[in-house]
């Protein structure tokens, strides 16, 4: 079994860890401030004061000790002032080997980039008091609906495999233009790999890596509900292949236009939702299944989401 790390969990979020390379600081303390330069001197020092800088063996880090390659430091990453994202997820479901959750629009599922505290799986671990817990498959941050967290670390594994070697049946729904012309239900298949920029995919001719089946599910004016089944798992998959159809998903603000970074409107989220997924339990053999109480709007001139009541 995995040696826990050396500092536990601190509201909600794990120690983060960095490997010392080979280099020219003196000082542990020199390479921290060359390193990371968004974070200052007095911020590193005041962390080692207060015992949150240590190294593999928990040892606390001070502030002139000598700097040697090889060791690994852990410490809490930290974001001053980080909003408050103003949409809640809900609990769907928790036993002793699973929790289940309804993320709203916006939330990253983990901590990265601008997004620790505001991130589902840290503000589970504060609400629910489980350090252990961990996301068993990914969600975009712009996509709503239903993410699966395993308890208990000696399962994670059994319950990744699923997802692994797709035994996981997973739906989703999205609002998008009604394309008459196109002849459903279809199954598009295409080669996905990544864009010249690093945050988007593309399709690009060869053998298919992509496979999703399109249906509709209701129809009003210019556009449709459709139901999303994803046959492989591949990054911005489900987008790309509407994008592709000409059926670009409604709010999407990175296909087939990627707009600027940091412009999210919370009025207008991405109407996409992971509406339900459903598997044989490895540990218990049960049949589990689990769906989202968030519905979309289709027409346009309503509110763009409903949150769960």
């Known amino acids: 079994m995995k040696a826990p790390p050396p500092l536990p969990t601190k509201d909600g979020v794990g120690p983060s860890c960095v490997a010392l390379p080979p280099g020219p600081w003196l000082t542990i303390s020199d390479f921290l401030i060359d390193r990371f330069p968004a974070v200052t001197t007095a911020t590193w020092h005041a962390r080692m ?9 928990g040892v606390a880090v001070t502030p002139q000790q000598p700097y040697r390659a090889g060791i690994r430091l852990y410490y809490y990453r930290a974001i001053p002032d980080e909003p408050r994202l103003p949409f809640d997820e809900v609990v769907l479901f928790q036993d002793e080997l699973l929790v289940v959750a309804d993320k709203p629009h916006f939330l990253p599922v983990t901590p990265g980039g601008k ?3 505001e991130t589902l799986l840290v503000r589970l671990k504060r609400r629910l008091g489980i ?28 319950y990744q ?3 692994t070697q797709r035994q996981v049946t997973k739906h989703y729904e999205a609002i998008a233009p009604w394309r008459p012309e196109l002849s459903f239900p279809l199954t598009h298949r295409s080669r996905l790999v990544q864009d010249d920029h690093f945050l988007r995919m593309c399709e690009v001719p060869g053998e298919p890596n992509a496979e999703t089946l399109i ?3 209701e129809v009003q004016g ?7 089944t994803p046959l492989t798992g591949r990054t911005h998959q489900l987008r790309v292949h509407c994008a592709a159809l000409g059926m670009a998903i409604v709010g999407d603000r990175m296909y087939p236009t990627l707009l600027p970074a940091d412009t999210d409107d919370h009025d207008q989220p991405l109407q996409l939702l992971a509406r339900s997924i459903s598997f044989i339990d490895p540990i218990s053999s049960e049949r589990r299944g689990f769906g989202s109480s968030r519905q ?14």
């Open 296 to 309: 979309l709007a289709l027409l346009p001139n309503l509110q763009g989401f409903k949150q769960p009541s």
């Open 222 to 228: 210019d556009r449709a509900r459709y139901r999303l």
């Open 161 to 163: 495999a699923l997802f």
């Open 49 to 57: 004061q207060q015992r949150e800088l240590v190294d593999e063996h």
């Open 215 to 217: 249906e509709v599910l």
């Open 131 to 158: 350090d252990t817990l961990a996301p068993l498959h990914r969600l975009d941050r712009e996509t709503a609906g239903v993410v699966v967290f395993a308890v208990q670390p000696d399962t994670r594994g059994a």
């Open 115 to 117: 997004h620790l505290q």
